[in-house]
């Protein structure tokens, strides 16, 4: 018979004996939980197993540091032996806090399933929020219906923070955030809330210029460029360093660039416009490894050998894509589970109430070879 066990055949022989009328306010809780079926554990049933009081447990579930090492390991002890599990419920009575963070990706569906972009963001927001015992909500964004809806959720008080990922022009939710008595941080730089935001985003600019740059260094000179959408500042700022290292004016711009749309299918696309814009070109930047799988894929089927012909480099380093594609891709390497970890870590501390100022934080990334360029 384990020490539990033990307790709970006392306190039944007591309530027989006695009636539970008579017995404290705990051990009289106990024993009527116990007489109406199985027994759920309680905090009281953690403190008699631990030893210690009531406040003590409450105060060790709460992650309170006014406990000793002593009381919080036979807390433990006690909590994993009755397969204790805390009352949500009541906890967010307590602390005002729920215990779940908003995960907000404003993408058409379609984009967020066939990008593994973003399989990569939801998977690192699930397990880091998960190590922290904290749940994520997935709320995907594509319509005013959904703006609307995401706004009463956020200020219905059912999560305690949001990261967000609203990369498009004219994208309401910034702004209507921003305004909101919520901690949120962004993933990459919306086009408003300013200086009023906290975000961590990627070196594009940088990445871009990276880009450009490895190309020119392999001797290649008539490159061109398949942009993302340029209503995203990523795309924008992946364009300007390829511009930066090309030396390309606006004119050159205009005539060697083409949006892909950060997708296979576009990317493929642009790929079969440019060839007929730039017959002679022998070098390419794509703005993400999608858009290069189907670059490579148009240069192909034109009979343009890769690298021989033209030099191909992307931007992601996706481990779903870039080793894959035939040669295996030269890319620029973001981290987007460390971005998603710095952003988990600074809503956190905004959730616990610390003093964060705004600002931009900014990831560095480097250039991976391969044998596409």
Known sequence: MTRIEAHRRLQRELGERIGTSSLPG?????????????????????????GVSRATVSRV?????????????????AIRELGYVPNRAARTLVTRRTGAVAVVISEPESKIFD?????????????????????????????????????RFLLGGHVDGALLFTPHRGDPLPSAMSALPIPTVFGGRPWAGGHRLHLVDTDNREGGRLAGRHLMDLGRR????????????????????????????EATTDLRTESGHFAREGGEQ???TLLNRVPDLDGVFAASDLM??????????????????????????????????????????????????????????????????PGREVLPVHLVRRGSA
């Open 270 to 272: 642009a790929m079969r």
């Open 26 to 50: 705990e051990v009289r809780g106990a024993v009527s939980t116990q007489t109406q079926g199985e027994h759920r554990p309680t905090l009281e049933d953690v403190a008699a197993l631990a």
């Open 292 to 357: 290069a799988a189907g670059a490579i894929d148009a240069l192909r089927k034109a009979g343009r050998r890769v690298p021989e012909d033209v030099a191909v480099v992307g931007f992601d380093d996706q481990p779903a894509v870039a080793p894959h594609t035939s040669p295996p891709l030269t890319t620029v390497a973001q981290d987007a589970q460390e971005q998603v970890r710095r952003m988990v870590h600074l809503l956190t501390r905004l959730i616990a109430g610390e003093d964060v100022p």
């Open 115 to 151: 990008d593994p972009r973003f399989a990569t963001v939801v998977r690192a927001a699930a397990g880091r929020l998960g190590e922290l015992d904290a749940a994520m909500v997935l709320m995907l964004v594509h319509s005013p219906e959904d703006e609307a809806r995401t706004e």
């Open 222 to 249: 008539r490159i061109v460029s398949v942009t993302g959408p340029l209503d995203e500042h990523a795309a924008i700022d992946r364009l300007d360093g390829w511009r930066l290292a090309t030396g390309a004016d």
């Open 61 to 77: 579930v709460n992650d309170s540091p006014r406990v000793s090492p002593e009381a919080k390991e036979s807390v433990y002890s």
